[in-house]
């Protein structure tokens, strides 16, 4: 069994509490609303991906928001 923690599609301290905080947001602004702040920051995440030493887990991080963006949450995957 693979104890390692998922930094990319459940990172822990995204759900330190009853609900995560992506799902806050939608629950508060509305899905169309979270679908842009996902192109934003999956923008961000491929715009610096290559300057923090971390290139793979950001382009994993950028892929995470641009699914969520579409519907497709990958949260349901692990």
């Not at 290559?50 to 928001?65: C, L, N, P």
Request: charged residues 30%.
């Amino acid at each position: 069994m693979n104890n390692e923690k998922d930094m990319v599609n459940s990172p822990p301290h995204y759900a330190d509490s009853t609900i995560e905080c992506i799902d806050a947001m939608q629950s508060a602004f509305g899905a169309e609303q979270v679908k842009h702040f996902c192109l934003g920051n999956a923008f961000k995440y491929i715009w610096r991906s290559s300057q923090k030493g971390k290139e793979v887990e950001d382009i994993r991080k950028a892929i995470f928001y641009l699914r969520f963006a579409i519907g497709d949450d990958p949260r349901k995957d692990s």
